[in-house]
Antibody, heavy 120, light 110 residues
Framework: EVQLVESGGGLVKPGGSLRLSCAAS????????MNWVRQAPGKGLEWVSS????????YYADSVKGRFTISRDNAKNSLYLQMNSLRADDTAVYYC?????????????WGQGTLVTVSS | QSALTQPPSASGSPGQSVTISCTGT?????????VSWYQHHPGKAPKLMIY???KRPSGVPDRFSGSKSGNTASLTVSGLQAEDEADYYC??????????FGGGTKLTVL
């Protein structure tokens, strides 16, 4: 059974940093691209970042470019999101999701999310 | 890039059909056959319901179907059931290895 479990969320002050993790199991992790998607309170889903299976290709939404860094450790079946210079509008539930298809255009498995709150 | 446009709400009685639209542009929905739909019960993991416009993952009931015309994609739920009540989000590849989501539609089963 495919499982994705996020951790690392919490309360952080504006300008602070946080590192999210996603532990994957039930599939061959290094075969798939992985993604972070977030949902701000009362808002829709927003794609944040993706990383290819080999880490050769990394992409970010404009809203986080230069502040967030996605990475993965295929030996540990883990995905990470380093978030720096956090702002109030980064407050959201952050989901990790497995990418599939051409351009990893759809996400066939998701975790349950971890809440990040940016507030003073 | 702006989010895709979905109606904020939709509703139907058990057994009826309901269609949710998702409008983008020729740079996303209209430009690629890479539209997907997700069902999200609050507090749970989103679930893939339709991918690449009209394909259904294994285990998704055939009551769920997807289509696209021009810059607008649609999700149709036939034979509505109580458990279909959830938020539904569309997504589209938008070029340059980026993806857009819609704002979400809350489906209520009356």
């Amino acid at each position: 059974e495919v499982q994705l479990v996020e951790s690392g969320g919490g309360l952080v002050k504006p300008g602070g940093s946080l590192r999210l993790s996603c532990a994957a199991s039930g599939f061959t992790f290094d075969f798939y691209s992985m993604n972070w998607v977030r949902q701000a309170p009362g808002k829709g889903l927003e794609w944040v970042s993706s990383i290819s299976s080999s880490t050769a290709y990394i992409y970010y939404a404009d809203s986080v470019k230069g502040r967030f860094t996605i990475s993965r450790d295929n030996a540990k079946n883990s995905l990470y999101l380093q978030m720096n210079s956090l702002r109030a509008d980064d407050t959201a539930v952050y989901y990790c999701a497995r990418g599939s298809g051409s351009y990893a255009n759809y996400f066939d498995y998701w975790g349950q999310g971890t809440l990040v709150t940016v507030s003073s | 890039q702006s989010a895709l446009t979905q109606p904020p709400s939709a509703s139907g009685s058990p057994g009826q059909s309901v269609t949710i639209s998702c409008t983008g542009t020729s740079s996303d929905v209209g430009g690629y056959n890479y539209v997907s739909w997700y069902q999200h019960h609050p507090g749970k993991a989103p679930k893939l319901m339709i991918y690449e416009v009209s394909k259904r993952p294994s285990g998704v009931p055939d009551r769920f179907s997807g289509s696209k015309s021009g810059n607008t994609a649609s999700l149709t739920v036939s034979g509505l059931q109580a458990e279909d009540e959830a938020d539904y989000y569309c997504s589209s590849y938008a070029g340059s290895n980026t993806l857009l989501f819609g704002g979400g539609t809350k489906l209520t089963v009356l």
